[in-house]
Every structure is written in structure tokens, then in C-alpha cells.
């Protein structure tokens, strides 16, 4: 079985930082490029951020400058940086994986509010 479990949302004030955490679980992590989605309310769910098998990263405009993705395969985990976040970053954010099949987590809430 397949799991994907994302930890670290919480509340940040403006300005703030976060490190969301995705483990993963049943299937050979290291072959699977990793990805970041979010979504806020009343929108579809949007690229944040891709770390492939490599290690090459991918931001969406949104995140770069202010958000890093990692990885370790020693650990089948997957991490996204946060800094000087901002209210338009409130969202769920999902962990993704994606080789021949795709598989997603059950999210994790970040809001960002005074």
C-alpha cells in the first residue's frame, strides 16, 4: 500500500516560515520525481515545486526566492522550505510522486494570517 503523509502545516504570521515534510511509503522513493501542489480555497490545485530523481529543482513563480524543496532518499522523504510567507500562500499542500503512476497525500493546511 502506498502512502504519502505530509506533517508541518500549521499557522505562520506574514513573514513567517514553515517546513512541510512528505514520507513516503510502498513504493522505491528514489525512482520517483517528488513534487509540491497547493490549493487554496476556490481554486484548482497548482504546481509549487518538482525535485526529480537527479535532484533537479523546479519552482513555480510563486515559490521561487522564498521556497526550497529537498529530498533524502535515505529516509523516503521529501521537504519544502518555506520563508517570508504570505497570506496568498494559505493553502493545502499536497506531496506528489510521479514515475509510470501517480500517487498523492492527503494534504496539509498552511495558513498565513496575523
Known amino acids: 500500500q502506498v502512502q504519502l503523509v505530509e506533517s508541518g502545516g500549521g499557522l505562520v504570521q506574514p513573514g513567517g516560515s514553515l517546513r512541510l515534510s512528505c514520507v513516503v511509503s510502498g513504493i522505491t522513493f528514489s525512482n520517483y520525481a517528488m513534487s509540491w501542489y497547493r490549493q487554496a480555497p476556490g481554486n484548482g490545485r497548482e504546481l509549487v515545486a518538482i525535485i526529480t530523481m537527479g535532484y533537479r529543482t523546479v519552482y513555480a513563480d510563486s515559490g521561487k526566492g522564498r521556497f526550497i524543496i529537498s529530498r533524502d532518499n535515505a529516509k523516503n522523504a521529501v521537504y519544502l522550505q518555506m520563508s517570508s510567507l504570505k497570506p496568498e500562500d494559505t493553502a493545502v499542500y499536497y506531496c506528489?510522486?510521479?514515475?509510470?503512476?501517480?500517487?498523492w497525500g492527503q494534504g496539509t493546511q498552511v495558513t498565513v494570517s496575523s
Open positions: 506528489h510522486a510521479a514515475e509510470n503512476r501517480q500517487y
